[in-house]
């Protein structure tokens, strides 16, 4: 589905180099998570991916599914399947929530040369899976995530993410700011999108997110290089370590 | 007090090039009073306080520079397959086959050439009259030109409720027409009117509109101002509002290479509202000025005035609002907002936000704000698949939506938005 081969990226303003070399294949249907301590490059890694401005790519390549991401435009690269669940959703003051989505979910429609959907269906299909992500009318009417808790904002990241049914998602950091039961609600929305043909990229600090959306292959992230690859016992070493051990032991 | 020799040499110059239009009736005496007020004042000048941000010269000036018409493809004509009455004029001329029949269930349009000669008419209360109490504290020389020099216009009085709104069509022909329309509104107590205007009219346009809404009553301004890139123009909005009398003025406009639109309104009667809002596209040469001077002159009554300007390739923006607070006009609500939105390095707007307030249980506020397009919205918008021309449309609208959420009808509101949106699309997107 997705595979990363040497990328290397350095910050456009200055000259600071952020990944070094981050390798990285990640199957159909396959969930794989990324911690890793503060500064590692894990949040950088998903921006590069889904074309925020600001970021020099020096070397490398990251594939979707055969196509090079790194030359699309952000548009383009959701359209072709990806979606980045943000750490911070953006607000987005008199853009109706509904609005948003509509937009976005016919953008993708029409890029992939689909019909787009009328307001009808659009609209029942939306309702019912915002009854499922606890989202109510009245968070729909309202603007883009203004005024939202930062429950509804990742629950809200959730719904865009099962309107557009992408096949690569990335979740930056989607437990931060979360009580357990809000992470419950963004777990079980989750969850309910695995699928044999859409796979998880899910990037985490701790690993209590990672006892409800269960990895099949966790990577630890150091320095803006993947240090070490394991199952989901990696994520509880960490767990009960810390990343000193991880990082001592691969030097 | 004499006059500055610079400015006597303009005014005459001017005045060379007009002629009082013939008559007898009531509006020669109204326009001989104008024309003396505007000969007391002579013309404005950049150096002027009012004046300091739009420079006047191509509106001075004895003959109108030209300007070519714009061609709006296959675009509907604003306001199209609305019910209303359309009063044409052409070059500011009147143009009857174009119009329909002035007769309107609870209004009464009569054409200021035709009433003009009569002894007698409840316009020679109104005629001039707002236009000469606006010119304190604040000079406002065009409009007293207006007054004396105006060949044509309409007087509309309402008695009741509208039967449909009333809607002027100012059409452009001629590149190099210089047109001066003058109209009078005068609503009874608790009647109804939507007035809708729309077009460039010439070359170079002055227009004033002087209205009188007695208590209880209620008017509603929609203006959707010439799309032709070269046309100039100068505006005033003369009103009076009596006790819970309402007033909503929204005007949209959208290329020109010089527009400058005065509103001036006094609330005069208890628990009167007048909203005043504006939405502004302008692309490359273009300058755009609102200044909008509102008077409370009476106790709890609430005025807004909301000004979105969107500048791009070198647009400018400028907004000088007012809100004065007489003694008495205790409980007053008055807000003000003006923003623009920079699409680009080479675009400027400039702001003068005023308040003055002499009473003391009030609630004024008053924001000026100046910023670029949010980048990181963008970007969001893009990731879930938006393209970022269209992304960037929609948060351009976003930022005018709170001026175009003080139009009344969500029809009209539609319409505009809908050409708002190709407007953008024409225009593109910097980066």
């Not at chain 1, 401005?53 to 990251?62: F, H, K």
């Not at chain 1, 383009?76 to 008199?94: D, K, N, S, T, W």
């Not at chain 1, 915002?130 to 203004?146: C, F, G, H, Q």
């Not at chain 2, 007009?18 to 024309?35: D, F, Q």
Request: glycine share 8%; net charge negative; aromatic share 6%.
């Amino acid at each position: 589905m997705l595979e990363i081969k040497n990328l290397h990226v350095k910050l456009e303003e200055e000259d600071k180099v952020i990944l070094r070399g981050v390798d990285l294949k990640i199957g159909a249907g396959e969930v794989h998570a990324i911690m890793g301590p503060n500064g590692s490059g894990k949040s950088t890694l998903s921006y590069v991916l889904s074309g925020r401005d600001g970021y020099e790519v020096t070397e490398g390549s990251a594939k979707l599914e055969g196509q090079e991401l790194l030359e699309m435009e952000p548009e383009e690269r959701a359209a072709a399947g990806l979606f980045l669940a943000f750490q911070y959703p953006v607000e987005i003051p008199g853009v109706g929530n509904m609005t948003f989505l509509r937009t976005a979910v016919n953008a993708q429609r029409k890029a992939r040369g689909e019909e787009e959907l009328s307001a009808g269906d659009f609209l029942k299909v939306v309702r019912e899976k915002a009854k499922t992500l606890k989202i109510d009318a009245e968070m729909l009417k309202r603007p883009v995530n203004v005024g939202f808790s930062g429950g509804e904002k990742k629950r809200n990241e959730i719904l865009q993410m099962a309107m557009l049914e992408p096949r690569m998602c990335i979740l930056d950091e989607t437990d931060s700011g979360l009580d357990v039961d809000a992470m419950k609600l963004v777990a079980e929305g989750v969850n309910a999108l695995r699928s044999a043909g859409r796979s998880f990229l899910v990037i985490t600090h701790y690993q209590r997110l990672l006892d409800h959306i269960k990895p099949d292959v966790v990577h630890i992230m150091a320095a803006g290089r993947i240090i070490k690859t394991g199952g989901p016992e990696l994520a509880l070493e960490v767990e009960t370590n810390g990343y000193a051990d991880i990082l001592n032991e691969v030097g | 007090m004499a006059l500055p020799k610079a400015k006597e040499d303009a005014l005459a110059a001017r005045l060379a090039s007009l002629t009082l239009p013939a008559g007898k009736g009531w509006l020669a005496s109204v326009r001989s009073e104008a024309l003396s007020r505007l000969t007391a004042m002579g013309l404005p000048a950049r150096r002027d306080e009012y004046w300091r941000y739009t420079d006047p010269t191509s509106l001075n000036a004895p003959a109108a520079p030209p300007a070519v018409r714009f061609e709006p493809g296959d675009e509907a004509e604003p306001f199209d397959g609305m019910d209303r009455l359309k009063i044409v004029f052409v070059d500011g001329i009147f143009d009857p086959a174009a119009s329909d029949d002035l007769s309107l269930s609870g209004v009464t349009i009569e054409r200021l050439a035709l009433a003009g000669d009569t002894d007698i008419h409840w316009a020679q209360g109104l005629y001039g009259q707002l236009e000469a109490r606006g010119q304190t504290p604040v000079a406002r020389p065009l409009a007293a030109l207006n007054s004396a020099f105006a060949t044509d216009g309409v007087l509309i009085h309402v008695t009741g409720k509208a039967a449909k709104p009333v809607s002027l069509v100012y059409v452009h022909k001629s590149d190099t027409s210089d047109a001066i329309l003058h109209h009078c509104v005068k609503l009874d107590a608790g009647a109804c009117l939507t007035l809708l205007e729309n077009g460039p009219a010439a070359a170079r346009f002055s227009k004033v509109m002087e209205v009188d809404i007695a208590d209880g009553a209620q008017f509603h301004h929609v203006r959707i101002q010439g799309r032709d890139h070269e046309r100039r123009a100068v505006t005033h909005l003369f009103a009076r509002l009596g006790a819970q009398a309402e007033m909503r003025s929204f005007t949209l406009t959208a290329n020109g290479r010089l527009t400058r639109n005065e509103a001036v309104v006094e609330l005069a009667g208890a628990e009167g509202r007048a909203h005043l809002a504006g939405a502004t596209v302008g692309d490359g040469d273009f300058h755009h000025d609102d200044t909008v001077f509102v008077t409370h002159a009476a106790p709890a009554c609430e005025s807004r005035q909301v000004f979105k300007k969107v500048l791009m390739n070198g647009a400018v923006g400028v907004f000088q609002g007012k809100i004065l607070v007489k003694p008495g006009a205790q409980k007053t609500d008055g807000y003000q907002i003006s923003q623009s939105l920079l699409l680009d390095e080479d675009s400027q707007f400039l702001a003068k936000p005023e308040l003055e307030i002499y009473a003391d249980d009030v609630k004024c506020s008053h924001g000026s704000t100046s910023g670029a397009i949010d980048e990181t919205a963008l970007f969001y918008l893009q990731s879930r698949g938006v393209p970022r021309r269209r992304a960037q449309a929609l948060l351009v609208l976003a930022f005018l939506a709170e001026a175009i959420q003080e139009i009344a009808d969500e029809d009209i509101a539609e319409e505009i938005r809908g050409r708002l949106e190709r407007w953008l699309a024409r225009h593109g997107s910097t980066g």
